[in-house]
């Protein structure tokens, strides 16, 4: 199958090499902050925020600057809890999981700067209960998502995970 638009630039910006990403697990009322991103070619995935690490900057900075980005909330960056490691090629990452706080800002769809406008891949942000993403197939979750039996789950979850990875063998 050829490769549409998203997919190519997808491949382009964050494909081939290996990324460090962070991610913030934002819960409330009993509810998470998912962000639906586009895969391309027809697919999409729910995960909760975050994104690339940039030089220079530490952990808690980075997720600050990608949650601000994707959401328009502020937040405070509590505990760490795992890392797992994302590999479905091109895409290979290790991604940091920290619990955190809002405390500020207003809810809104954002954008990622490393895209052109119309090669944007957020497309849609909701809090979601425990029971809205387990409806959804797994092909449309984080691998973090597949197994859990409620929110609480995902902030005990302590090490290293690579739940059911595409390897390259």
Known sequence: MPKDKISKEIEAKFGNHLRSRVNGILIEDGKILMIKHLMGNGKFMWSVPGGGMHFGHNASENLKREFSEETGLDIEVKDYLFVHEYLAAPLHAMEHFFSVEKIGGNLTLGTDPELYSDSQIIEEIS????????????????????????LEDLVLLRGYFNFENNSLK
Do not use: V
């Open 127 to 150: 809090w979601m209960s425990i029971n809205e993403i387990r409806s959804l197939p797994n092909e449309a979750l984080h691998q973090i998502f597949w197994g859990i039996k409620s």
